[in-house]
C-alpha cells in the first residue's frame, strides 16, 4: 500500500511568491492535515481537511490556506512568501478525522524562501 | 510558550546505554502519541498511550503516561545505532482536537 506523498520534495521560491503543495493521502483516507517544522517552533498544525471541508485550523495568517478535492488529495497556498515562510511542510492522513486517529506522514516538501 | 515541555533538547549516548525522555504539561491530555522521525522522513507513530497510569512496551522502548494524564516519559532500554532519531510527542488537549507537539529530543547512539 503506498504511503503518503508529497510533491514538490524540494522548493526554492524568493519573498513576495507564492507556492503551492500537493498532498496526496494513503488510498481510502479522507482526512488530510497540514504541518509546519521549523527548528525554531518545531511541528505546529497548519489546518486539517475532510471530505472536502476544512475541519481544524491553526494560529497562522490568512496568507496560509489550503483545499482538498474530491479525490482526497490536498494542496496548501502560501501566498506573499516570508522569510520565516522557510520550513518542513509535511501532510498527514488518516481514515477518519484526525482527532485521536492514527495519522500518516509523508515525507514533507522543504520549502526555502530567499 | 510549549504546551508540551520535552526533555533533554539533546542526547548524545553510547550503544547500549539505557535513556530515558520525558514530557510534561501543565494541562491534561485526552491522550498522548510519540513519534520518531529520521531525516529526509515524517513522524512514524511509535505508540499512542490514552489511559492514566498506562505502560506500554515496544520491544526495547516502554511508554508511561502519568497518573494525571499530564506527562508521560519514553524509555528506551540498551540503546542501538538504529535508534537514532528525533523523538516527538504529541497531544490533543483535553478539550481541543487539534494534536500539538513537543519540541522534540534529538537522540544520537554511538556505536
Known amino acids: 500500500k503506498a504511503g503518503v506523498t508529497q510533491t514538490p520534495r524540494y522548493l526554492i521560491k524568493t519573498r513576495g511568491q507564492q507556492v503551492t503543495l500537493s498532498c496526496s493521502p494513503i488510498s481510502g483516507h479522507r482526512s488530510v492535515s497540514w504541518y509546519q517544522q521549523t527548528p525554531g517552533q518545531g511541528l505546529q498544525f497548519l489546518f486539517e481537511?475532510?471530505?472536502?471541508?476544512?475541519?481544524n485550523k491553526g494560529n497562522f495568517p490568512g496568507r496560509f490556506s489550503g483545499r482538498q478535492f474530491s479525490n482526497s488529495r490536498s494542496e496548501m497556498n502560501v501566498s506573499t512568501l516570508e522569510l520565516g515562510d522557510s520550513a518542513l511542510y509535511l501532510c498527514?492522513?488518516?481514515?477518519?478525522?484526525?482527532?485521536?486517529?492514527?495519522?500518516?506522514f509523508g515525507p514533507g516538501t522543504r520549502l526555502l524562501v530567499l | 510558550t510549549q504546551l508540551l515541555e520535552q526533555s533533554p533538547q539533546f542526547l548524545s549516548i553510547q550503544e547500549g546505554e539505557n535513556l530515558t525522555v520525558y514530557c510534561n504539561s501543565s494541562s491534561v491530555f485526552s491522550s498522548l502519541q510519540w513519534y520518531r522521525q529520521e531525516p529526509g522522513e515524517g513522524p512514524v507513530l511509535l505508540v499512542t498511550v490514552v489511559t492514566g497510569g498506562e505502560v506500554k512496551k515496544l520491544k526495547r522502548l516502554t511508554f508511561q503516561f502519568g497518573d494525571a494524564r499530564k506527562d508521560s516519559s519514553l524509555h528506551i532500554t540498551a540503546a542501538q545505532p538504529g535508534d537514532t532519531g528525533l523523538y516527538l510527542c504529541?497531544?490533543?488537549?483535553?478539550?481541543?482536537?487539534?494534536?500539538?507537539f513537543g519540541a522534540g529530543t534529538i537522540l544520537r547512539v554511538k556505536s
Open positions: 504529541a497531544a490533543y488537549m483535553e478539550y481541543g482536537n487539534k494534536l500539538v
Open positions: 498527514a492522513s488518516s481514515f477518519t478525522p484526525a482527532y485521536q486517529e492514527t495519522q500518516y
Open positions: 481537511y475532510f471530505s472536502e471541508t476544512q475541519r
